[in-house]
């Protein structure tokens, strides 16, 4: 009974962090912008395109 819980502890504990490790592999997404805006990855939000 006693290993039982001890694994069961394990389990709950390493399972959020295995989760949260998947996350950081995330490739980033395109934003999309409103018709006549570009996307400006240096400031992060859509703008006006010059020239």
């Known amino acids: 009974m006693k290993i039982r819980h ?4 394990s389990v709950m ?3 959020p962090v ?3 490790a998947q996350c950081s592999t995330h490739v980033k997404q395109a ?7 570009i996307y400006d990855y ?5 703008v006006k395109p010059t020239g």
């Open 6 to 9: 001890i694994l069961l502890a």
């Open 42 to 46: 240096e400031t992060t939000s859509c």
């Open 31 to 37: 934003m999309s912008c409103e018709e006549g805006l």
């Open 18 to 20: 295995l989760a949260a």
């Open 13 to 15: 504990t390493l399972t």
